[in-house]
Nanobody, 125 residues
């Protein structure tokens, strides 16, 4: 059984930075595909970033150049470094794990098999 545990959320002013972590239990971060999603109140959950087993990364246009996804295979942890945060980045952030290579459709929620419980990010103007 795979368990994903996010941490690192919080409140920050616009222009600030946060780093989210997702500890993975029961599977290796080096296998297949992992992603970060977010969901703001009243909105659909959307893909933010993804990373394949070979390190290829994917980003939503809205976060390109500001966010960076990475993984540490020794700590079995996924990260999302978020810089130059904007109020519109406010959302609950979730990490997700896919048991196959989904890079061609990484932002589709239904392609992921396991999800974390989420961590809240609030950006004030």
């Amino acid at each position: 059984q795979v368990q994903l545990v996010e941490s690192g959320g919080g409140s920050v002013q616009a222009g600030g930075s946060l780093r989210l972590s997702c500890a993975v239990y029961g599977y290796s971060v080096s296998m297949n595909f992992m992603g970060w999603f977010r969901q703001a109140p009243g909105k659909e959950r959307e893909g933010v970033a993804g990373i394949a087993n070979d390190g290829e990364t994917k980003y939503a246009d809205s976060v390109k150049g500001r966010f960076a996804i990475s993984k540490d295979k020794f700590k079995n942890t996924l990260y999302l470094q978020m810089n130059s945060l904007l109020p519109e980045d406010t959302a609950m952030y979730y990490c997700a794990y896919a048991t196959w290579d989904i890079r061609s459709a990484w932002a589709r929620r239904s392609n992921y098999n396991y999800w974390g419980q989420g961590t809240q990010v609030t950006v004030s103007s």
